[in-house]
T-cell receptor
Framework: EDQVTQSPEALRLQEGESSSLNCSYTVSGLRGLFWYRQDPGKGPEFLFTLYSAGEEKEKERLKATLTKKESFLHITAPKPEDSATYLCAVQGGANDYKLSFGAGTTVTVRA | DAGVTQSPTHLIKTRGQHVTLRCSPISGHKSVSWYQQVLGQGPQFIFQYYEKEERGRGNFPDRFSARQFPNYSSELNVNALLLGDSALYLC??????????????FGPGTRLTVL
């Protein structure tokens, strides 16, 4: 069974203070690793898909990287509007029709 | 372009009742998946449908059922509601069935409260 563990559970940052979120995964034949952003009471918003180790993708202040065992979401010089829960999910080869999610990291950025 | 839409937004039911949740995928998307998200946890997979056929089912009891219509919209049905069914129910659509490099896009969700 696919397993996804995210750390830390919560992260409080000062505006401009860069940090990283971790997503460790166990999956049989990774087809894709996905990062989503979720605001309270809303559906997850797609950010990135990573397919193979060494791959990196960027969007504004966010950068996602992938190794064979984990992924990092780097937040550079965050702003208060970056406050949200960030979810990591994997799609495995054996059960490739579903996403298996971690519990998320809740990021709070103070002005 | 419209994203994934879900209805209703909120729903309050009592134990033992039945509920139907609805989802319309992004135009052109043929696959719909349903997830349950309990407060403080990540979404848990319930079903995936592609071209009106069930392609996957998560670890949920038979009280949960779903179907997909010819226009690719979908319904999730839950019978004999329990207090533990209270959650945010999310619908996601994708262009092709999983197995290729596709991305699932989520709707805003339906908040179900069971009293």
């Amino acid at each position: 069974e696919d397993q996804v563990t995210q750390s830390p559970e919560a992260l409080r940052l000062q505006e401009g203070e860069s940090s990283s979120l971790n997503c460790s995964y166990t999956v049989s034949g990774l087809r894709g690793l996905f990062w989503y952003r979720q605001d309270p009471g809303k559906g997850p918003e797609f950010l990135f898909t990573l397919y193979s180790a060494g791959e990196e993708k960027e969007k504004e202040r966010l950068k996602a990287t992938l190794t064979k065992k984990e992924s990092f979401l780097h937040i550079t010089a965050p702003k208060p509007e970056d406050s949200a829960t960030y979810l990591c999910a994997v799609q495995g080869g054996a059960n490739d029709y579903k996403l298996s999610f971690g519990a998320g990291t809740t990021v709070t950025v103070r002005a | 372009d419209a994203g994934v839409t879900q209805s209703p937004t909120h729903l309050i039911k009592t134990r033992g009742q039945h509920v139907t949740l609805r989802c319309s995928p992004i135009s052109g998307h043929k696959s719909v998946s349903w997830y349950q998200q309990v407060l403080g946890q990540g979404p848990q997979f319930i079903f995936q449908y592609y071209e009106k056929e069930e392609r996957g089912r998560g670890n949920f009891p038979d009280r949960f059922s779903a179907r997909q219509f010819p226009n690719y919209s979908s319904e999730l049905n839950v019978n004999a509601l329990l207090l533990g069914d209270s959650a945010l129910y999310l619908c996601a659509s994708s262009f092709v069935v999983a197995g290729s490099k596709d991305t699932q896009y989520f709707g805003p969700g339906t908040r179900l409260t069971v009293l």
